[in-house]
């Protein structure tokens, strides 16, 4: 049980946050606003996901 909620809360979140970085700013970079709404949608998800599966989970 332990392994996996560090799965959630740590390694998911990190992942979706830098690529939502990295979106962000190849969209603001090659002004391509679909990619930069795209970055900005997965650093939210980044945000939110974990709570919503961690109470799930509880």
Same mark, same amino acid.
Do not use: C
């Given at each position: 049980?332990?392994? !996996?909620?560090?799965? +959630? $809360?740590?390694?998911?979140?990190? *992942?979706? @946050?830098? @690529?939502?970085? +990295? #979106?962000?700013?190849?969209?603001?970079?090659?002004?391509?606003? !679909?990619?930069?709404?795209?970055?900005?949608?997965? #650093? #939210? @998800?980044?945000? *939110?996901?974990?709570?919503?599966?961690?109470? $799930?989970? *509880?």
């Amino acid at each position: 049980m332990v392994q !996996s909620v560090i799965i +959630y $809360s740590e390694i998911i979140p990190t *992942i979706l @946050a830098l @690529a939502g970085v +990295y #979106f962000i700013g190849t969209g603001i970079l090659d002004h391509k606003r !679909s990619q930069a709404v795209l970055g900005i949608l997965l #650093f #939210f @998800a980044a945000v *939110i996901v974990p709570f919503i599966i961690l109470t $799930s989970l *509880i």
